[in-house]
């Protein structure tokens, strides 16, 4: 079992950074893939980025490639999303997931969900 607190949104104007964490607790035990998602209203959930807490590979949407960058602190047990240069197309509430299955950026794959937190990106 897995427990995901996420927090650090906000509204921000273009170009601007903004800084998202996602507190894990429960199951440390076990590896597995931990990831961003986000969603506006009326669209499905798409994937922003992901990596595997048993070190490895990072994965992004081509979207946010060169811009956004996923990170892991295991002594804070935290999950980061480090979002620069924002766009007002990034504008969403943003999730923190977990999963077993794989580490690619589908909702299929996480079975854990924080609670979102809002991004607002203003031009």
């Known amino acids: 079992q897995v427990t995901l607190v996420d927090s650090g949104g906000g509204s921000v104007q273009a170009g601007g950074s903004l800084r998202l964490s996602c507190a894990r607790f429960?199951?440390?035990?076990?590896?597995?893939?931990m990831g961003w998602f986000r969603q506006v209203p009326g669209k499905e959930r798409e994937g922003v980025a992901a990596?595997?807490?048993?070190?490895?590979?990072?994965y992004y949407a081509d979207s946010v490639k060169g811009r956004f960058t996923v990170s892991l602190d295991t002594a804070k047990n935290t999950l980061y999303l480090q979002m620069n240069s924002l766009k007002p197309e990034d504008t969403a509430m943003y999730y923190c997931?977990?999963?077993?299955?794989?580490?690619?950026?589908?909702?299929?794959?996480?079975?854990?969900w924080g609670q979102g937190t809002q991004v607002t990106v203003s031009s």
């Open positions: 997931a977990a999963g077993f299955r794989s580490c690619a950026l589908a909702t299929v794959n996480y079975r854990y």
């Open positions: 429960g199951d440390r035990s076990s590896n597995y893939c």
């Open positions: 990596l595997y807490t048993g070190g490895g590979s990072t």
